[in-house]
């Protein structure tokens, strides 16, 4: 991250350093928060399908309730006697660990786009061109808090 926000403040003149610091927060915030929904989304559709898939000809509320939960799964297991205990238990566990690795890949596959993107788009370092302005910019705002603060002194 340090990468992309150096490359965002780098980009934003001085005077505007308070709003490119807020955006930069604001879209690692949304970003964190979307990639979570997305990836737990991912998680609940291919454990659910993978679940409903094992459990053809059971009844309705018992697919619905182990669709719900893994927990929920596994204590209807608990209450099936010998093997069909055991064969729900693995099955609700089965599903689980795909849901996971499903919603795994889709992450890393969003990751390894997110790198691409970075290495096509982000500069490595600032242009001279943005290095200049931003020292003209600093001077420009030293010399207005230098004559600013012998103004207060005048006053004084």
Not at 56 to 82: D, E, F, N, Y
Not at 102 to 115: F, H, K
């Amino acid at each position: 991250m340090a990468p992309a926000t150096e490359s965002i403040m780098g980009s934003v003149p001085l005077a505007r350093a308070g709003v490119g610091s807020a955006v930069n927060d604001t879209t690692r915030e949304l970003g964190g928060a979307v990639g979570v929904a997305v990836i737990g989304s991912v998680f609940s559709s291919a454990y659910g399908s993978s679940i409903v898939d094992g459990l053809h000809g059971r009844s309705g509320s018992t697919v619905a309730v182990a669709k719900g939960s893994v927990g929920a799964a596994l204590a209807i297991a608990s209450r099936l006697p010998g093997a069909a205990g055991r064969a729900f238990a693995d099955l609700a566990q089965h599903s689980f660990v795909d849901g996971f690795h499903t919603a795994v890949l889709v992450g890393a596959a969003t990751t390894a786009a997110g790198v691409i993107a970075v290495l096509a788009f982000l500069p490595s370092r600032p242009s001279p061109a943005d290095v200049e302005l931003q020292a003209e910019e600093f001077a420009a705002e030293r010399e207005r808090e230098l004559a600013a603060s012998s103004t207060e002194g005048v006053r004084r």
